[in-house]
């Protein structure tokens, strides 16, 4: 039902016709009206890529050097780049701003250039309806608007987008962390489905666009001898690990209020476990891809149901990393030690499947740690028996699959080097080259193409949350100590014998 006052863009453009409005975006579809979800024999082209929030981190260090990456990969694409935020640049401020950003990834070529001759950028309060139509209007056909705003402006603007509506074949980037627990998540899907039809909205999640993330696919579907492995047969435990040096990085506004779990459990790493455990697809389509990963997400909750028992949270202290010194988490700047917030998080779930009944999934992610390691360990069992005669110790295998660099390494034990009655331990490694493009632009070709395969349907944003809600319970209850690591350590000692 649409609001009291609702108006069609278009509509609203043609009976004030001295008002904004009038520009170039067409609104076809009245506002309120529930979007068709049956998908088009062909998406749209998308001629406009407007950016909300493009001020902003976010926009600046990732989306606009992958937007720049991109036109230079492919230099035939024509995009409209439109600008919005709260921030005043006139046109060559904005310009210099593009063009800073595409010259961070050494962007270049015919698309570029054209790109940068038409951009344009409008400053408005985006969470008013005046606001939202006026950088509309300086778009043209349909529009990818990508929401590069903290998460409460992002939903405001929505709503104003509702009552507003949208020009024919527009789709929606929505960035993470979206909602802030399962009924705020279910609360905005409901909110952007009334505004577009579910394959046209993009929940980001760049680790989907992450090449070692997407050669998990051809990994296990394109050879022979992992997938029979692949179960809890063979397999005894699994860790996700995302360690990484960076600390705060002046991101408190955000981070003191999301912590590790959300901000990287929840998203990231589930759905790098969603792709690690699910069934084989028939095909890589968006529906068949999704509905593997949204399976295997709903048969995933905390080890033994027992929040508290499987989760572990702690907090950096002042340390050094290299040549940094860094202070504690609680003396950086705009943040309130009252929040409680973890910068190391872990985490083991269970995958309540056949495949996968008892194997812990153990999820870990830390800031300020001093060995940066962004991996998926696999650890084998070990084999069932090494025959007499053979000497020396014969480990369980372990194949490390780096998220970052793009490294594939299996530790073997061989007979092969010197003694050959000897065991020793061998690894057999793989450094590949990294893809065309940075995740980022992954997840932009995705939106300009209307491909929703590497974004996140409506049922799996619900279903993470669902997963790490008993967590942030006990955590918040106090069930969960909250301990601490120096800087430049690898975690709290205590926690040594988890992960390797
Ligand atoms: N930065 C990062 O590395 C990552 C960020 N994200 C997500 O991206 C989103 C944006 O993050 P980030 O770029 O870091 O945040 P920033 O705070 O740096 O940027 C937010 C932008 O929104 C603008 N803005 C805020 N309120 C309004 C308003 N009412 N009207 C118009 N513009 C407004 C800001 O303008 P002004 O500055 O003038 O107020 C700024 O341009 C968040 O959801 C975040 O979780 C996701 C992954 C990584
Ligand atoms: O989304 C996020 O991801 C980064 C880690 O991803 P990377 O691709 O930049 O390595 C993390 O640092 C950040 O806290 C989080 O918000």
């Known amino acids: 039902m649409a609001p009291e006052g609702a108006r069609d863009h278009q509509a609203d453009a043609a009976s004030n016709p001295g008002e904004p409005g009038t520009g170039s ?46 036109l230079t990969v492919e230099p035939d694409r024509r995009i409209l780049l439109v600008g919005a935020g709260a921030e005043q640049y006139d046109e060559e401020q904005w310009r210099t701003r593009v063009s800073d950003a595409f010259r961070s990834s050494q962007a270049s070529g015919d698309a570029v250039d054209e790109l940068l001759s038409h951009t344009r950028y409008r400053s408005a309060d985006l969470t008013s309806d005046d606001g ?14 990508y929401f590069a705003l903290p998460p409460a402006i992002t939903f405001r603007a929505c709503q ?19 909602g802030s627990d399962a009924a705020s998540a279910h609360e905005l899907n409901e909110l952007v489905q009334r505004i577009v039809p579910e394959r046209s909205i993009h929940r980001v999640d760049h680790f989907l666009g992450r090449t070692t993330v997407l050669n998990l696919l051809g990994l296990r579907f394109a050879n022979r001898v992992f997938e029979p492995l692949w179960n809890s047969t063979h397999i005894e435990r699994v860790d996700i690990v995302y360690d990484e040096e960076l600390a705060l ?59 508290a028992g499987s989760s572990r ?24 030690p009252s929040n409680e917030t973890e910068t190391l998080a872990e985490l083991t ?27 998926i360990m696999v650890t084998f069992r070990e084999a069932p028996r090494v025959p007499s005669g053979l000497e020396g110790e014969a480990p369980a295998n372990v194949l490390h699959i ?26 057999m490694q793989a450094d590949f080259d990294p893809g065309r493009l940075k995740a980022y632009g992954e997840v932009l070709r995705g939106i300009l193409d ?36 120096a800087a430049g350590s690898n975690g709290p000692d205590a926690w040594r014998t988890s992960i390797r």
């Open 25 to 70: 975006a067409r609104a076809s579809r009245s506002a309120g009206s529930r979007p068709s979800d049956s998908p088009p024999a062909e998406p749209p082209r998308i001629e406009t890529l407007l950016v909300l929030g493009a001020s902003g981190d976010l926009a600046s260090r990732l989306l606009l050097p992958a937007l720049g990456q991109l």
């Open 132 to 145: 939202v139509r006026s950088v509309l209007d300086e778009c043209e056909g349909a529009v990818a608007i």
């Open 160 to 178: 104003a987008l509702e009552r507003i509506g949208v020009p024919d074949g527009s789709v929606l980037g929505l960035e993470k962390p979206f």
């Open 249 to 307: 990085e002046n991101r408190a506004r955000y981070y003191d209020h999301a912590g590790a779990l959300v901000d990287m459990l929840q998203s990231h790493l589930l759905q790098v476990l969603a792709i690690f455990a699910m069934e084989p697809p028939a095909t890589l389509g968006e529906a068949d891809l999704r509905d593997a990963k949204s399976t295997t997400l709903r048969a995933t909750q905390v080890w033994g149901g027992d929040a």
């Open 313 to 336: 949270r702690a907090r950096y202290t002042a340390g050094r990393i290299g040549d940094r010194t860094l202070p504690a988490y609680t003396d950086e700047a705009g943040v309130d």
């Open 349 to 375: 779930v269970e995958v309540g499947t056949w495949r996968w009944a008892g194997v812990p999934f153990t999820l870990r992610s830390g800031k300020a740690i001093g060995r940066k390691r962004r991996e």
């Open 402 to 427: 780096a998220l970052a660099p793009e490294r594939i390494a299996l530790e073997l034990n061989m007979n092969g080097p010197g003694d050959p009655e000897t065991l020793s331990r061998e690894v």
């Open 450 to 485: 209307g491909d929703p395969s590497l974004s996140i349907r409506a049922d799996t944003a619900e279903q993470c949350w669902r997963i790490v809600e008993p967590v942030l319970e006990a955590w918040r209850a106090g069930t969960v100590p909250l301990e601490e690591y």
